[in-house]
């Protein structure tokens, strides 16, 4: 039995007068649907890592950090879902901007701290309040993760667009059965209801 599925599964490569060309087509389109699995889908994955990395290392341009000091108690239990690190809660802080002008606002901060306990800010250009840039191991993980989601959809595009040209060709191929039929029993007298 397994020799004869071997044999079966190869038919659209072999000589074969009841081949169509659909068929040969078909054929076709699974390997290059196949090409593009092996070569495509990883090509995309890795010029999207690195994209994603370069974007995430390049959120650190034009920030700088700044001292400041808690002005409340920061709360020991973080907020769940936040966005933030674990040991992480937002609280107030009061910086000194180069001109000498005190600025105060709301920053992620070690929980647990106490209110005048120094603490690092990260600060735009306009001293507006940042969240931290992603470390080089952050930024590599985000790379990854978006290298590997766009390779994924490579493969999910490339497959769905597969599927789409065998469901038209299976289409197309019953319409020239109900055709050929149709003719066949015209010539016999016969009338296809």
Same mark, same amino acid.
């Given at each position: 039995?397994?020799?004869?599925?071997?044999?079966? +599964?190869?038919?659209?490569?072999?000589? $074969?007068?009841?081949?169509?060309?659909?068929?040969?087509?078909?054929?076709?389109?699974? =390997?290059?649907? #196949?090409?593009?699995?092996?070569?495509?889908? @990883?090509?995309?994955?890795? =010029?999207? #890592?690195?994209?994603?990395?370069? +974007?995430?290392?390049?959120?650190? %341009?034009?920030?700088?950090? +700044?001292?400041?000091?808690?002005?409340?108690?920061?709360?020991?239990?973080?907020?769940?879902?936040?966005?933030?690190?674990?040991?992480?809660?937002?609280?107030?802080?009061?910086?000194?901007?180069? !001109?000498?002008? @005190?600025?105060?606002?709301?920053?992620?901060?070690?929980?647990?701290?106490?209110?005048?306990? +120094?603490?690092?800010?990260?600060? !735009?250009?306009?001293?507006?309040?940042? @969240?931290?840039? @992603?470390?080089?191991? %952050?930024?590599?993980?985000?790379? #990854?993760?978006?290298?590997?989601?766009?390779?994924?959809?490579?493969?999910?595009? =490339?497959?769905?667009?597969?599927?789409?040209?065998? =469901?038209?060709?299976?289409?197309? *191929?019953?319409? %020239?059965?109900? *055709?050929?039929?149709?003719?066949? $029993?015209?010539?016999?007298?016969?009338?296809?209801?």
């Amino acid at each position: 039995m397994l020799k004869r599925v071997g044999r079966v +599964s190869l038919w659209r490569w072999r000589r $074969n007068p009841l081949k169509r060309r659909s068929d040969v087509a078909e054929a076709w389109i699974a =390997v290059a649907a #196949a090409a593009m699995l092996l070569l495509l889908a @990883p090509a995309v994955g890795l =010029v999207m #890592a690195g994209v994603g990395e370069r +974007s995430a290392l390049d959120q650190a %341009q034009g920030l700088h950090r +700044s001292a400041a000091h808690l002005v409340e108690d920061a709360s020991a239990a973080p907020a769940r879902f936040s966005g933030m690190a674990d040991d992480h809660v937002r609280a107030t802080v009061r910086w000194t901007m180069p !001109d000498g002008s @005190p600025r105060t606002g709301e920053a992620p901060v070690a929980a647990g701290g106490k209110a005048g306990s +120094s603490t690092t800010v990260w600060l !735009d250009d306009a001293g507006r309040l940042q @969240p931290a840039p @992603p470390t080089p191991a %952050q930024a590599r993980s985000q790379g #990854a993760a978006l290298g590997a989601a766009s390779g994924a959809g490579v493969c999910v595009l =490339v497959v769905g667009i597969w599927w789409a040209v065998r =469901v038209r060709l299976e289409v197309r *191929r019953g319409a %020239q059965w109900d *055709r050929a039929w149709a003719e066949f $029993n015209s010539r016999r007298g016969h009338r296809h209801a």
